[in-house]
């Protein structure tokens, strides 16, 4: 064995990258493993059939004809072996090119002139302080342009609920999400009415949260005409029971269904929940109310800024959510909108809306038709938030 094949294989068995790339080159690959969406690349390189098992893809080798899957390449940026690939069956016969990493891998599957070159080649991909000569030789082979890639198209995916929510999947009738939501009661028009969407995985996610959304049905949020937020509500026994896509307090500066809103009525309904704006609107076209503005605080708080959207409404009827120590919209309805007329719905102590007009649509009804005004009704609120009647 010649002195520089033996070194060769020495650093291909390990993941020294110091010694494996030199330091410039060693600070060139930690930028690529930054911003290099490999599962991405795979795809541009034509690899077809690949699959993920574990911190592995795996997929047919490229430098063989192989009839399975032998050949793999970790894609975890967080681990040490990130990059390496190396193939089962080449490895024994002793072929070099199916065992390096992942500039190695570009190197001879684009059939470029070295080491250096896949380097500029990768860079120019991932949108790397690419030289011109690198971004022209990358235009001449590359199929797919993809810029940016990797965490970068991760971070931007995940601070953004609009481009998330326009990529989750429409709800099938007959689905599981499709049958939880008739189950409560939900009909088809309002599933369709509100955007209802199935949520689903998605690859630009790390491994541990990239199925956070599956098995959950997904209310969209609305500020103006932008989708700001949105509700994932899980549809077995998942934890968390409902997830926002953004940190809650985004959906302070909003209502939820405030884009459904008719300023030409005089009066507005409250309430706190998704599921609890569906049920009043249930209620109300069974009293023969096809019209109506429904909003939900999507808490047990009326905020500043959506008291703000309410004041163009005369009289507000307040139908707050009396589970376990939950606290009331009332309070805070009544001390945001001191100019409104505000009214209350009796609800029973124990229960919500949602609950009432699932199990008994008649009480339901009744207590809908027969608010009374908020200055009738004392209610303190203790330390723990509980309601005191």
């Not at 103006?224 to 937020?229: E, L, T």
């Not at 376990?324 to 102590?349: H, Y």
Request: aromatic share 8%; glycine share 8%; with cysteine.
């Amino acid at each position: 064995m010649s002195g520089a094949i033996g070194r060769e294989r020495m650093i291909l068995s390990r993941p020294n990258r110091k010694a494996l790339f030199g330091l410039d080159n060693e600070q060139r690959f930690e930028q690529l493993r930054d911003a290099l969406d490999i599962e991405a690349l795979l795809d541009d390189l034509g690899f077809d059939s690949w699959e993920e098992r574990g911190s592995e893809l795996w997929a047919p080798c490229p430098f063989h004809n192989d009839s399975g899957k032998h050949w793999s390449i970790n894609h975890d940026s967080d681990s040490e072996r990130w990059g390496l690939h190396s193939c089962f069956v080449c490895r024994e016969s002793g072929e070099r090119k199916a065992t390096g990493n992942v500039v190695t891998l570009v190197w001879h599957t684009q059939e470029l002139e070295g080491y250096n070159a896949a380097l500029d080649w990768l860079e120019a991909y991932a949108g790397v302080e690419a030289t011109e000569e690198s971004a022209l030789e990358l235009g001449l082979r590359k199929r797919i342009p993809r810029a940016p890639s990797g965490r970068e198209a991760r971070r931007e995916l995940e601070e953004n609920p609009s481009k998330l929510y326009s990529r989750m999947s429409a709800l099938e009738p007959g689905s599981a999400g499709w049958r939880y939501l008739t189950g409560r009661n939900i009909t088809p028009e309002q599933i369709a009415a509100r955007g209802v969407k199935l949520g689903r995985a998605f690859r630009e996610f790390p491994r541990d949260s990239r199925k956070k959304y599956c098995k959950r049905v997904v209310f969209p949020i609305y500020l103006g005409a932008q989708v700001i937020n949105f509700y994932a509500r899980h549809y077995g026994n998942g934890k968390p029971k409902g997830l926002y896509a953004k940190k809650k307090d985004t959906v302070s500066r909003t209502l939820y269904g405030i884009e459904r809103a008719n300023k030409l009525l005089d009066t507005c309904y409250l309430v706190e929940g998704v599921f609890d704006v569906l049920a009043v609107e249930r209620i109300l076209l069974g009293l023969g109310m096809e019209t109506a503005n429904i909003f939900a605080t999507l808490g047990p708080i009326l905020y500043p800024a959506q008291a703000v959207l309410l004041r163009v409404f005369n009289r507000v009827i307040a139908i707050p959510d009396m589970k376990g120590k939950a606290k009331s919209i009332l309070p805070t309805t009544k001390a945001q909108l001191p100019e409104q007329d505000i009214w209350c719905v009796e609800v029973p102590r124990g229960a919500d809306i949602d609950d009432i007009e699932r199990r008994n649509p008649e009480l339901a009804a009744q207590l809908l038709s027969n608010p009374a005004p908020a200055w009738e009704r004392k209610i303190s609120v203790r330390v723990d938030y509980t309601i005191r009647r």
